[in-house]
């Protein structure tokens, strides 16, 4: 299996920062990436696939880029309601994995 | 509008069986293919199985292979769970997802609202 293995696995951070997260793959998959928000008690929402194309909804200040094996998601100015878990997915193998999620807390 | 609503979960003992099930409405469900995936409370999230648009294809995680197994009923807009020999490292928030492009390549653009499925004695 493909193994993700996000950085950080956790993050503090005040409203209007810039925040990065990382993402690794244990091989090449090429741009099969995608991003993942997930609030307390909802189901994950997709805010990046393909590793760089912004979801439809959502807001331009998540950006995503990489291919390979290394990835990132920013956010350009840290709002409110950005404070959550994100989890990086690849699907390039049918056999889907999940980063281990990256919980961004208000610092 | 689009949406994924599940069903089934509850409270069974380890070595016991639960039915999962999802009703999809407002997209044409026998175009896609079709997931569950699962999270541990206080964990992260887990891709458990994969089926097909037809149903011939089908993928399991290593964790649930031979244990559970998959299905879809197009005519009834309907994707199932079957969990068998269930164990206490089940316990989680099931959800089914659909991928964007209705294929295994692509990200999973609707999801569920999550059922819970609980194993203790």
């Known amino acids: 299996d493909i193994q993700m293995t996000q950085s950080p696995s956790s993050l503090s951070a005040s409203v209007g920062d810039r925040v990065t997260i990382t993402c690794r793959a244990s091989q090449s998959i090429s741009s099969y990436l995608n991003w993942y928000q997930q609030k307390p008690g909802k189901a994950p929402k997709l805010l990046i696939y393909?590793?760089?194309s912004l979801q439809s909804g959502v807001p331009s200040r998540f950006s995503g880029s990489g291919s390979g094996t290394d990835f990132t998601l920013t956010i350009s100015s840290l709002q409110p309601e950005d404070f959550a878990t994100y989890y990086c997915q690849q699907s390039y193998s049918t056999l889907v994995t999940f980063g281990q999620g990256t919980k961004l807390e208000i610092k | 509008q689009v949406q994924l609503v599940e069903s089934g979960g509850g409270l069974v003992k380890p070595g016991g069986s639960l039915r999962l099930s999802c009703a999809a409405s407002g997209f044409t469900f026998s175009d896609y293919y079709m997931s569950w995936i699962r999270q541990a409370p206080g964990k992260g999230l887990e891709w458990v199985s994969y089926?097909?648009?037809?149903?011939?294809?089908?993928y399991y995680a290593d964790s649930v292979k031979g244990r559970f197994t998959i299905s879809r009923d197009n005519a009834k807009n309907s994707l199932y769970l079957q969990m068998n020999s269930l164990r206490a490292e089940d316990t989680a928030v099931y959800y089914c997802?659909?991928?964007?492009?209705?294929?295994?390549?692509?990200?999973?653009?609707?999801w569920g609202q999550g059922t819970m499925v609980t194993v203790s004695s």
């Open positions: 997802a659909r991928p964007q492009g209705g294929y295994d390549e692509d990200a999973f653009d609707i």
């Open positions: 089926i097909s648009s037809s149903g011939s294809t089908i």
């Open positions: 393909a590793a760089s």
